[in-house]
């Protein structure tokens, strides 16, 4: 029964990925209100078979459910398993619930946000595949499973961020959010390798041993835990915009305002967190992981703080408040306080899901509180008034208002020498083939050199 | 050192270039903050053109469509919102004796126009021209439209034709023209010209099709169909796009975008933008002085260029000079370049230059100069990306910076072949469908070539949209027209002794309020006036912390009017007023929270959890967290019972002291008065007059004050009418009013009001005073007002798609309360959408007509005017202004959303408590939102006036706004004579009469039966029988 239960769990948001994938491909146009009730139905159904995972849980006092639909591919020479397998525990069934009420919540919302878009849509189409990317990220027992997940939800994010492709910049910061997760998708694949080549599969039973969470305790050597513990902790990085990629997560406020909500409010920018809750263990076993993990999520609260306030608009202003509380997430599991960190997930999750839902709101709420205070608002008195000296002042708001000059830095350092190699290597393959062939090959229009020239195929402002 | 003419010369640079700044600042976006939202024409800056000569450079200027595209007109004819007879008589009027000159011999002009009207001819693109060329069975196939005999005597004329010239060849002459050879060469890969004899029809088809398209390209090369194909780009980054697909802006906006919203930002950010005191200039100048240019390498020497530009002491105008220098502009281009500069983000440019000139309208306003420093910033910001892109091409090494405009857009116009292909391709397809045949082009000339190809550069795309839109308009007003003159002809219809008057806003939203109002209640009596009353006030409710403006936006009121809770009440208010701010103040404190680290942490860990109730009950059950909303509100709200402060000592100027507010009675006598006399109240009083305001009410929407009363700038009209009720009311008034000859019985009482066009509820002012006398009619007046709001409701949910048609009314009013209360809802309401018209007269002369909601309505009695039109040049000095306003909004936004308007709301973004962005960074939108106007078709607003042409035309000259824009075609203007059905039509600066042409109006039992069950936009109609009519 449980693990008919469990498999309706993530049966049902795969069905609906189907039912909408499928339709859109057949080119069958399915009417708004049939769109919005399969959604409907959908969430219900999860919902409903996770709650009762739940109360079968904490009637049994089973802390560990583990429900295994089989190999996907299965090399016995090699002994290579890829294992399709879903664990029910203490950390995925609270996720779950989560994933399913504020997808709820939002699919509700969006049903009659969106009303008579042309985009209707292909919106619960990229919704389906987000909602089926994060269960199969909360329930993944094996390190391939996380990773399907986790590309699932990156694809659909990029695409969200995108969605009003006819203006250049949602497009352009759609391949900004897809380029700083790939470089997340490189760490975290690495690690998934890594992890393979030392325990022999995937499973996070056999790295963490077999202690349902988060009582595992990991069965890596503290050198192997710090090095896979680093490139995991870099994946998490690029999910929930750490520093250096804090950079994107403003910019993916470029969606429709339900989608923004849901996933870089509330569920996909936490998403980094949960992982490094989920190799807890690691954590434990390595000091100098942990250290890193606390340092970089200090930086990061650091950075955000500063950085939240100057922003003069709501939504990048809530996309830097997110990142503040998901830094404070990240020391949370480094100092080792996992149900903290999970409860303050939750509870933040849901705050900053209704914070950006009612961010349109804005003006009017504004209005009623100068009302209620029968005055215009107070300034903040904060950290920049009391910094001594003009020029330090202005250096700090600068800082704040460049956003650390992250972004700036990534251009420099990294995309620019990157675009550098392969434009050298484009020159150097046509100066072979014409030698090859004796004639001037045509080459494309001339490239500009500035770092916002990733995307040459955007339109004028 | 300087000579003094050096000085003077340099002064006098300085001045033009301000004066250009000025000028070109009347092209920005008018719309101040959007919590104020302001109707006004988009192009008010261009009102003293002509409307067709404006509309043709608005797309130059601006980049935005100024009409819709041909595909959507031409829906418009194949659904018979327009008719080929109207297309056809727009032509005529257009072309006058021009109409049947012959084109070349091939046609005449009207032929010519119309076939290009009424067949979608395609004129893509370079790339999709050579695609359907080489892809598509276009030059193997006629089109599809074409008819067999049409087809047929082409083919059968080119092949006789061309088996001729080859006889004449064999004979040794033949083929000497050039073209005949060169068609011949192209076609010997195709076809196979040796066994041309035993071709068959489908052969001779693609002959004569290759045949075709040949000559038109040989002909339309003789000509120069596009002589300057580069004249709408004018900056740098236009011409640098246009050739390299690369985007300086891009560049320049990332910075230009955050810094005008630090600089505009009324109080949102944590963190003021540094030296903001010291002016825009200085405060950018200080911030990009110091600092990182890393990741940015174009703005690497714009720390050296500010330090200069200090030690130099240039001011900001000699900042501009010096940069129009080195992007080297010539003097003559001065205007146009800055104009293009500043319009490159419109949405900021435009809020700074508000917020300069109307700092009352802000919280934090710009000192003045602040535009100017605007464009002194973006032009060395533009210069410096120029730059940087100038030196990145290696291949524009030896071209001076200066001249770089000038290189580019030489390069640029050489490249121009695209237009000659897009040229042939329409003379091709015209030839089948007029039935050219090739030996007819073969043919002509060079001289006919250019005339032809001349032709269809003067009828061009726009030119054509043009004659659509005239067309629609065209069809919309003789529908107006017809049914006011058919009407008008019936008998007047006003009850003799009304039971009860309710005066309500000219808003269209409220015609089929009126309408449902005189239907259920014959003996009620409606009026119309803009929605203000007459009372232009800075008002403050009890409850208010500032006050708000509420007249039109081009009134600036010159009175303050505070609502104070009853002294009896004070007490209670007191306590009130405390535990709102203590819950104020709380809930201020839980909001930085949420965003700060530390106290975010807390917060979000113990409470957020609880954050799922209101995302949960909001979202699933709206309207129970709205009832729950409003019961918990219901404790804190100031006490019930509530007065204006109206009246000011005589002695006393006004202000906001508290002795100085409000009006002396004199002053309220005259408002008193004028707001009757307006309207043609001055006789046979109701014992109950109503004044209703309306405003509206919505969740979650940054554009809620666009549906709020436009003529009280955005808010609520309710204290307005409140206002002018508590005057009426006055006996010291009434007596004063007496003496002036106009006698309001002593029974007669009045109330104010508040419509909420959204809900559809009704809220009563100051109903403690209403005499016991009255309670009953007031009881009776309410009962008719809750069975009017379902059937309103009922009539409002025809148009919204996600409301059943077959709801019934007390359903229908459900369902607009649940719109209100949802914090999902993009569309509370449609507003003033598919406004067409607006009728100045009495109701009497139109009461029981169906307009759909799609007319202002303003009463006006020229009966009780004088010889000069006094009243109506008053009533018009403020109508015509403010309906076009509206007008013009709406009709610009529905033909470019994303240009005019402000696109879809869904990625809107609150930024600097303004306006809106799209998304994370964006030029601010002003204007109104796609889900505001996807209903509204675009016309040009038809006011029917009921008075002379005499009496306008002088109000025309009088009055220069009104002139404007009747005279230049802003909106469209018929006058319908008071005594008789006669209309006439202000066409070409005079009246002509105008001759209705259908001579019958359709009838309907009731407005329900006219509408149910139909979505789309309807045609007016009768309502209620013809024998209802004889009742008065």
């Avoid at chain 2, 064999?170 to 195709?190: C, K, P, V």
């Avoid at chain 2, 090739?438 to 795309?461: D, H, I, M, R, Y």
């Avoid at chain 2, 309502?1023 to 008065?1032: A, H, K, N, Q, T």
């Amino acid at each position: 029964m449980l693990t008919a239960c469990g498999m309706i769990v993530v049966l049902s948001p795969a069905l609906l990925l189907a039912v909408f994938g499928l339709s859109a491909l057949a080119g069958i146009r399915l009417s708004e209100r049939l769109v919005a009730k399969l959604t409907e139905a959908s969430v219900v159904l999860g919902l409903f078979a996770a709650i009762l995972i739940l109360g079968v849980m904490l009637i049994t006092d089973r802390r560990f459910i583990p429900v295994e639909p089989g190999d996907w591919v299965s090399i016995e020479d090699e002994h290579f398993h890829f294992t399709i397998k879903f664990v029910f525990d203490r950390l995925s069934v609270p996720f779950v619930i989560l994933t399913f009420v504020l997808c709820g919540v939002i699919g509700a919302f969006a049903s009659r946000y969106l009303h008579r878009d042309e985009g209707y849509h292909r919106f619960f189409l990229f919704y389906a595949i987000f909602q089926l990317g994060m269960i199969l990220s909360s329930l993944a027992g094996t390190i391939e499973t996380l990773f399907l997940g986790w590309e699932l939800v990156g694809l659909s994010s990029a695409l969200l961020v995108a969605f009003f492709h006819t203006r250049p910049n949602p497009v352009r910061n759609g391949l900004r959010v897809w380029s700083a997760y790939r470089i997340a998708d490189a760490a975290f694949l690495v690690g998934a390798l890594t992890l393979h080549h030392m325990t022999g599969a995937g499973d996070f039973e056999g790295l963490m041993g077999s202690g349902p969470w988060p009582e595992g305790r990991a069965s890596v050597t503290d050198q192997q835990a710090l090095y896979v513990g680093l490139l995991l902790l870099g994946a998490a990085a690029g999910k929930s915009a750490l520093i250096p990629f804090s950079g994107w997560l403003p910019r993916a406020m470029e969606g429709p305002t339900p989608s923004s909500a849901v996933f870089y409010g509330a569920l996909s920018v936490h998403l980094g967190a949960f992982l490094l809750l989920r190799v807890s263990p690691l954590l434990e076993a390595s000091l100098p992981l942990r250290v890193t993990v606390i340092a970089l999520g200090l930086a990061t609260v650091v950075f955000a703080t500063m950085t939240a306030r100057v922003q003069t608009d709501v939504k990048s202003a809530l996309a830097f408040a997110s990142l503040i509380q998901v830094s404070i997430i990240v020391v949370e599991i480094g100092l080792g306080f996992r149900y903290i960190a999970l409860s303050h997930i939750i509870g933040h999750a849901c705050l900053r899901t209704l914070q950006l839902l009612r961010a349109p709101s804005l003006l009017k709420d504004h209005h009623a509180l100068e009302n209620a205070l029968g005055q215009h608002l107070p300034d903040q008195r904060g950290l920049l008034r009391r910094l001594s000296g003009d020029k330090l002042r202005i250096s700090a708001w600068r800082f704040a208002s460049e956003r650390g000059y992250l972004d700036a830095m990534l251009d420099a350092y990294l995309v620019r020498p990157f675009i550098a190699v392969f434009m050298w290597s484009d020159r150097m393959e046509r100066r072979w083939t014409d030698f090859l062939t004796g004639q001037t090959s045509t080459s494309a229009p001339a490239p500009a050199p500035a770092p916002s020239q990733q995307t040459p195929n955007t339109n004028g402002q | 050192m300087e000579t003094p003419e050096q000085a003077n010369a340099a002064a006098r640079k300085s001045a033009e270039i301000e004066n250009h700044i000025l000028c070109a600042a009347e092209m920005l976006p008018s719309q101040g903050p959007i919590s104020a939202f302001a109707f006004l024409n988009p192009l008010q800056g261009m009102e003293d053109t002509p409307f067709d000569d404006a509309l043709r450079t608005v797309r130059d200027i601006y980049g935005c469509e100024p009409y819709l595209e041909e595909s959507r007109y031409r829906a418009k004819v194949d659904r018979g919102r327009i008719l080929v007879d109207d297309l056809r008589e727009v032509l005529a009027a257009d072309l006058g004796d021009t109409a049947e000159e012959s084109i070349a011999r091939l046609c005449t002009r009207r032929e010519l126009r119309l076939n290009m009207l009424l067949h979608p001819l395609n004129s893509g693109d370079e790339h999709e021209l050579s695609w359907v060329i080489a892809e598509s069975d276009a030059l193997q196939r006629f089109r599809t439209e074409i008819s067999h005999e049409t087809r047929e005597t082409l083919i059968t004329e080119t092949k006789n034709w061309i088996l001729d010239e080859l006889r004449q060849r064999a004979a040794g002459g033949g083929l000497e023209n050039q073209r005949i050879q060169t068609a011949f060469e192209e076609l010997a890969d195709i076809l196979p010209l040796r066994s041309i004899e035993r071709w068959n029809g489908a052969q001779w088809e693609q002959m004569c099709l290759h045949l075709l398209w040949s000559f038109a390209r040989q002909g339309v090369e003789t000509t120069a169909p596009c002589p300057d194909p580069t004249a709408s780009l004018i900056r740098h980054r236009d011409l640098i796009w246009k050739a390299y697909h690369s985007d300086p802006d891009q560049w320049v906006n990332d910075i230009l975008v955050s810094f005008c919203a630090a600089w505009l930002d009324q109080g949102y950010a944590h963190w003021k933008l540094p030296n903001r005191e010291q002016g825009f200039w200085n405060s950018f100048s200080a911030l990009y002085t110091h600092g990182s240019t890393v990741g940015k390498p174009w703005i690497r020497t714009l720390n050296g260029e500010l330090e200069r530009i200090r030690t130099q002491g240039l001011s900001p105008t000699e900042v501009i000079t010096e940069s129009l220098d080195a992007l080297g502009v010539p003097a003559d281009e001065h205007f146009r370049y800055l104009r293009s500069t500043m319009l490159a983000l419109r949405g900021w440019a435009g809020m700074i230059w508000q917020t300069e000139t109307r700092a009352d309208r802000v919280y934090i306003g710009s000192p003045s100069g602040t535009l100017i420093e605007f464009v002194a910033v973006r032009l060395l910001l533009d210069r410096l990306a120029a730059n940087y892109f100038h030196t990145g091409q290696p291949e524009l090494r030896d071209v001076a910076f200066a001249d770089l405009r000038s290189v580019l857009k030489t390069a640029l116009d050489q490249q121009c072949r695209a237009c000659i292909d897009q040229h042939a391709y329409i003379v091709f397809q015209l030839a089948q469908i007029l039935g050219w045949s090739p030996q007819s082009l073969a043919q002509l000339t060079a001289e006919q070539w250019k005339l032809l190809s001349g032709e269809l550069v003067q009828f061009n795309s726009h030119e054509q949209r043009r004659v659509f839109h005239l067309a629609f308009e065209r069809r919309m007003a003789q529908q107006a027209l017809d049914t006011i003159a058919f009407r008008a002809s019936r008998e007047r219809l006003a009850p003799s002794k009304p039971q009860l008057q309710v005066v309500c806003c000219i808003d269209a939203r409220e015609e089929s309020f009126r309408r449902h109002l005189e239907e259920v209640a014959p003996d009620v009596e409606t009026f119309g006036t803009a929605g203000f009353f007459g009372v232009p006030m800075y008002y403050r409710g009890a409850a208010d912390a500032h006050y708000a403006a509420l007249c039109p936006i081009v009134i600036k009121p010159q009175h303050w009017v505070v609502e104070d809770v009853v002294y009896s009440l004070e007490d209670s208010h007191r306590a009130r007023t405390k535990a709102r701010r203590v819950i104020g103040a709380a809930s201020h404190s839980f909001h930085v929270g949420t965003r700060s680290s530390i106290g975010g942490a807390l917060l979000s860990t113990v409470l957020g959890p609880l954050a799922t109730a209101p995302l949960v009950s909001r979202i699933l059950f709206p309207q129970l967290a709205a009832r729950m909303h409003k019961t918990a509100r219901q404790f804190v709200a100031p006490p019930a019972v509530t007065r204006l402060r109206l009246e000011r000592s005589e002695n006393e100027t006004p202000g906001t002291d508290e002795d100085q507010i409000g009006f002396t009675l004199a002053e309220m006598c005259t408002m008193a008065e004028r707001a009757l006399r307006d309207i043609g109240l001055t006789h046979s009083f109701a014992r109950l007059v109503i004044f209703l305001g309306h405003g509206s009410s919505c969740m979650n929407n940054p554009h809620e004050s666009a549906y709020h009363c436009g003529a009280c700038s955005g808010s609520p009209g309710g204290p307005n009418a409140r206002a002018l009720a508590a005057m009426l009311n006055d006996v010291r008034v009434r007596r004063i009013l007496k003496e002036r000859g106009l006698s309001i019985p002593e029974e007669t009482h009045f109330i104010g009001g508040l419509h909420n066009t959204a809900t559809e509820e009704i809220t009563f002012y100051d109903l403690e005073l209403l005499p016991t006398n009255q309670v009953r009619s007031l009881r009776l007046a309410r009962e008719l007002f809750s069975r009017v709001a379902e059937r309103n409701a009922h009539e409002r949910c025809r148009r919204f798609e996600s409301a059943r048609l077959d709801l019934n009314p007390s359903e229908a009013l459900r369902h607009v309360q649940n719109r209100a209360e949802d914090l999902a809802q993009t569309r509370p309401e449609y507003g003033n959408s598919t406004n067409a018209m607006c009728f100045v007269g009495r109701r009497s002369r139109i009461r029981g007509l169906f307009l759909d909601r799609r007319s202002f309505m303003m009463s006006y009695d020229a009966t009780q005017d004088d010889q000069n039109s006094t009243i109506l040049a008053r009533i018009l000095g403020a109508v015509i202004p403010v309906c076009e306003g509206i007008n013009m909004l709406y009709t610009l936004s529905a033909i470019d959303t994303p240009g005019w308007g402000c696109g879809t709301k869904l990625p809107h973004n609150v930024t600097s408590l303004l306006g809106v962005m799209d998304g994370a960074a964006s030029d601010l939108r002003p204007g109104l939102p796609l889900q505001g106007v996807d209903i509204h078709e675009p016309v040009r607003l038809m006011f029917v006036i009921e008075s002379t042409p005499d009496a306008l035309l002088k109000i025309m000259s009088d009055n220069p706004v009104v002139g404007r824009i009747c005279k230049n075609g802003w909106a469209q203007l018929a006058v319908l004579d008071p005594q008789t059905a006669r209309i006439q039509v202000f066409r070409n600066g005079r009246f002509e009469a105008y001759q209705p042409k259908e001579p019958e109006l359709p009838q309907a039992e009731s407005s329900l039966d006219w509408y149910r069950g139909k979505r789309d936009h309807l045609g007016f109609a009768q309502i209620g029988s013809p024998s209802g009519l004889s009742e008065c």
